[in-house]
């Protein structure tokens, strides 16, 4: 499986941004998915999951609210729509597939397949 992440840029405070992020080789549409991120400095932290049939979706606390995950199954492709956007939130945003694709979780050594990042700034 390789994940291609897309969307990331520069914005300021407030405003919006769309992650994407595509499969290919093996479906993942029996995989759960997620989201983390990496700021300088700092060690890898979840950002969001969404289970196989996007029935569930789980996020962090520091998200809950302004960050929706969602995927398209037909598409091959999971998205993190990130509303309200804070300086806080600037890192390196990666996709992951879960390791056992029914199981969802908020540890990266779950996931067994990684994007390659796209990079989020937010100006104040």
């Known amino acids: 499986v390789q994940l291609q992440a897309s969307g990331g840029g520069l914005v300021q405070a407030g405003e919006s941004l769309r992650l994407s992020c595509a499969a290919a080789g093996r479906t993942f549409s029996n995989n759960a998915m997620g989201w983390f991120r990496q700021a300088p400095g700092k060690e890898r932290e979840f950002v969001a999951a969404i289970t196989w049939n996007g029935g569930s979706t789980y996020y962090a606390d520091s998200v809950e609210g302004r960050f929706t995950i969602s995927r398209d199954n037909a598409k091959n492709t999971v998205y993190l729509q990130m509303n309200s956007l804070k300086p806080e939130d600037t890192a390196l945003y990666y996709c992951?597939?879960?390791?056992?694709?029914?199981?969802?979780?908020?540890?990266?050594?779950?996931?067994?397949?990684w994007g390659q990042g796209t990079q989020v700034t937010v100006s104040s």
């Open positions: 992951a597939r879960s390791r056992r694709g029914l199981v969802v979780s908020r540890q990266s050594g779950a996931y067994d397949y």
